[in-house]
């Protein structure tokens, strides 16, 4: 578990660096560069002190030693030249391992500031090596930073995510683990104290003979197209006891190095962004497409071993687009690999994208042996939906976990699955899902309609919901700085569905809507409706609605108001600019019984889904004008 103490010098560090170094990746990148030539210093001294020689800081290299770089009496820009050039110069040094070679491969200094490098090597100074896993936590602490979208669309997995997932497909000391799209190695690192942990006992010894320990630190493998997430990856598990770690630079969609490579267990969170004109694959895809997350899953599915399992995050593209290549790859999965789909809450990845994305579990041999496929739905993962994703007591994960890992479990015994009935989640033959011939992977799809027609009773919107009143803070309290509550006034700040980012906070707050309240807009115009990802102040101009659980569902009542957006008006039945709370309270609603509610939710869920597919269509073919059109006209169209 990671100190306050160590948490407290890597956040020194990068307030120190975030003046000359503004990107967090580049942060991240200097920190660990300066780590890992400190620690080669560490381990030099501890050579000598056992009467070795020091191996890593010798020879012409000697002048580069850590005790140098900081002897006293040493100007500061005498300092500054003599740390660039060194790490410069790293790659060259004959006496370290081709692992230090790979992290500094590339490295230099971004900054010329002699102040800023010397406050920045006295708290790297604070950090000495060891192989204890509180090293380890204080590098994920750090590459925790590292959550903006890359280049090529990758997102930082959330760690109880990442967690989730290699607890279903629990991987064991024996198997070959691979994450094809690696970045800091997330997945790999979660796998392997996975096993440790399974492989204690109960005198908290570790279990695992020496050949196992070494065996399992070489089963481990990742691979990544970027030069600087190899990099990270590469100290993440060297520092998780990972001596020659197996992490390559590789770009998996467009190589053939490494196809005849299989592994027992994959995890990944591939890239959701295809480039421009898209994917050049190789030929031996069993997919034809040209879209990353449709190779990537195709990639996967196609390196399990015989009896290999794979936990896969993909968009929501995957599970109902109509395009021809998502369509045979759904039917491969289904036919051969897929065991239970996973839908995850529409915020996992906020505030970095707002992708709805699923879990697919593949298992090649459980997938031949059941003709059945398990859906489960969790509705929160613990976290808020805002931009901060604070912690929240609802958390579906550790219950779809339980009832997904005791799914599996009655396969592989072959025991029979007719009681088995998860609260959160169905089972549905195969015949159903390729009954339609799109295999769409949607759950809600499958659900058993069992709404009647019938006239449900007209409620006051008071009597199943709170309604809160906005009231704007003093003029002298708001800021644009992040300090404070986020703070919203009126229609202007509303989104598709969820309010967007904030413009303003305040640091005296007088009325709040809290995660999953429903916003309205009282005034100029009446109406507007959006949902609330996280704890807000809400103005004058706005009203905040919170269903009582136990009567009224969120979504059903979300969607009843948005139906009713240009009927929503104030007394004696006349429009008004504006609304007051005895009014909102005063909205009759139809009110069927919870669980019905819930169904028809589950309904138009399954439209929704429908509509973004034909609007991802849209997009593919508005793409495919524009790409002809130049064809014809040229780079230069006149």
Not at 83 to 96: F, H, K, L, V
Request: net charge negative; with cysteine; aromatic share 10%.
């Amino acid at each position: 578990m990671l100190d306050a103490d160590t948490k407290r010098r890597i956040d020194t560090a990068r307030d120190i660096l975030v003046g000359k170094v503004p990107d967090p990746k580049s942060q991240v990148e200097q920190i660990t560069i300066a780590l890992i030539y400190k620690f080669m210093d560490d381990m030099d001294a501890e050579s000598e002190e056992w009467g070795g020689e020091r191996e890593f800081f010798a020879g012409d290299f000697a002048r580069y030693g850590w005790t140098k770089l900081l002897r006293p009496g040493l100007g500061g820009h005498q300092t500054l030249n003599l740390y660039a050039e060194a790490i410069t110069r790293m790659p060259e040094n004959p006496g370290i391992p081709p692992l230090f070679r790979d992290i500094f491969n590339n490295a230099y200094l971004p900054y010329r500031d002699p102040e800023t490098l010397r406050a920045f090597l006295k708290v790297i100074d604070e950090f000495s090596y060891d192989h204890s896993e509180r090293l380890g936590d204080a590098f994920e602490y750090l590459l925790s930073v590292l959550g903006s979208q890359g280049d090529a669309g990758q997102f930082r997995t959330p760690r109880h995510v990442i967690d989730f997932i290699v607890a279903v497909l629990d991987p064991k000391k024996s198997d070959v683990v691979l994450d094809p799209a690696c970045g800091t190695a997330g997945f790999l690192i979660s796998s392997y104290k996975h096993i440790l942990a399974a492989n204690t006992g109960e005198d908290g010894q570790n279990t695992l003979t020496p050949d196992e320990r070494g065996r399992l630190a070489d089963n481990f493998r990742g691979y990544d197209i970027s030069p600087d997430m190899v990099r990270l990856s590469l100290v993440n598990m060297y520092l998780h006891g990972f001596p020659a770690p197996h992490i390559f630079e590789y770009d998996t969609l467009t190589s053939e190095d490494r196809w005849n490579e299989y592994a027992d267990v994959i995890l990944a969170n591939p890239p959701f962004m295809s480039p421009k004109g898209g994917i050049r694959p190789h030929n031996r895809f069993g997919v034809r497409s040209k879209r990353s997350e449709v190779l990537f899953v195709d990639y996967m599915a196609e390196h399990l071993t015989p009896a290999g399992r794979a936990g896969i995050i993909v968009p929501e593209g995957i599970i109902f687009q109509s395009q021809n290549a998502h369509r045979q790859l759904r039917k491969m999965l289904v036919e051969d690999y897929l065991v239970a789909v996973v839908s995850l809450p529409a915020g996992v990845f906020n505030p970095y994208s707002g992708v709805k994305t699923s879990v697919l579990i593949l298992d090649r041999p459980l997938a031949k042996r059941t003709g059945r496929i398990a859906f489960f739905k969790a509705e929160s993962d613990g976290f808020d939906l805002g931009a901060q994703r604070r912690p929240i007591q609802e958390n579906d994960l550790p219950q779809v976990q339980a009832e997904l890992v005791e799914y599996l479990r009655r396969l592989r015994a072959g025991e029979p699955l007719d009681d088995f009935e998860p609260t959160l989640g169905l089972v549905v033959e195969k015949e159903r899902v390729a009954a339609a011939d799109d295999y769409n992977l949607s759950g809600e799809r499958y659900r058993e309609n069992n709404i009647q027609s019938s006239h449900f009773p007209l409620v006051p919107l008071g009597q199943i919901a709170q309604v809160v009143a906005g009231q704007s803070p003093p003029g002298k309290s708001y800021n644009d700085a992040g300090i404070g509550t986020p703070f919203y006034q009126g229609k202007t700040e509303f989104g598709q569905t969820f309010i967007g980012g904030p413009v303003k906070w305040t640091t005296d707050p007088r009325r709040f809507a809290e995660h999953g309240d429903i916003l309205m807009s009282v005034r100029a115009p009446v109406g507007p409706i959006n949902l609330v990802g996280e704890r807000i102040c809400i103005g004058r101009g706005l009203a905040a609605i919170r269903p009582s659980m136990e009567r009224l569902d969120t979504m059903y009542a979300f969607h009843v108001l948005r139906a009713m957006e240009p009927d929503i008006k104030g007394d004696a039945g006349a429009a008004f600019a504006s609304i007051n709370k005895a009014q909102i309270e005063n909205i009759q609603i139809p009110l069927p019984p919870l669980e019905v509610q819930r169904e028809i939710m589950a309904e138009i869920e399954g439209y929704q889904q429908a509509i973004d597919g034909h609007r991802q269509q849209v997009r593919d073919l508005e793409d495919k004008i524009r790409s002809t059109v130049s064809r014809v006209w040229g780079e230069n169209p006149k």
